[in-house]
């Protein structure tokens, strides 16, 4: 063997140890920058068009006119609506507000009257009723008594129906601005209680006696005369 080829031997041997390394940290480097890419685009919906639960106040208005003896029935089917909705909220104060020096003020007052009658009616306890007035002087003749309690909303903010971007151009592979907007607004719109999503509630007690009750029957019955239990 010639001393040059030796030289040539020994050189490769050396290197090919170091062209190994190399490789292998590279492709590790190639691995992490194209993981954390990935990791890194912001594709949640969830995150862009986020439910916010916050306080907000459901009323109903009622135009009163100066030779009104009480309460219509109009009113009176909407009063009975929003006190629905005042039960089911869980809210503690339920109020009327009515106008003061308008010109319709003793028909008002009537008014009120008969809806705090009405919501004793319903059950709703003295303590949880709250009556004042507002300045309506310069409301004409036709000043509004209003009905309204506070109460929690869920509602998503963002703008649904945007078509800005292109659709098309998908080479980050993130979803479009408007991707999960109309599902979020859907989820908050059907959500009975929004205090949920903050707070679960607990679970209830077990119905001991009910529970045992179903298992005999199915295991008497089978699947075919379960629907009857339910």
Not at 23 to 30: E, P, Q
Not at 69 to 92: C, D, E, F, P, T
Not at 108 to 137: C, F, Q, W
């Amino acid at each position: 063997m010639s001393r040059v080829t030796k030289i040539m031997k020994s050189t490769l041997s050396n290197k090919v140890p170091v062209i190994l390394t190399a490789l292998i940290v590279s492709g590790c480097a190639s691995y992490s920058k194209d993981h954390f890419t990935v990791g890194s685009v912001p594709s949640d919906y969830r995150t862009k068009h986020p439910i916010v639960v916050a306080q907000n106040e459901d009323h109903a208005d009622m135009i009163v006119t100066r030779d009104m003896k009480g309460m219509s029935l109009r009113q009176r089917n909407v009063a009975l609506a929003l006190i629905g909705r005042y039960k089911r909220s869980g809210a503690k104060t339920l109020k009327v507000l009515l106008p003061a020096g308008s010109h319709n003020e003793a028909a008002a007052r009537r008014v009120g009257t008969d809806l705090v009658r009405l919501m004793k009616e319903e059950r709703i306890p003295a303590n949880h009723i709250s009556v004042s007035r507002y300045h309506a002087s310069n409301h004409g003749d036709s000043a509004t008594v209003r009905l309204s309690f506070v109460t929690v909303d869920a509602k998503v903010h963002s703008k649904c129906g945007e078509w800005r971007e292109d659709l098309g151009n998908t080479s980050e592979n993130q979803n479009y601005g408007n991707f999960g907007c109309a599902t979020q607004n859907n989820l908050a719109e059907m959500i009975a209680n929004p205090e949920d999503l903050v707070s679960p509630r607990g679970e209830s007690e077990i119905d001991a006696e009910r529970r045992d009750s179903v298992i005999t029957d199915w295991r008497a019955n089978g699947t075919p005369d379960l629907p009857s239990l339910l």
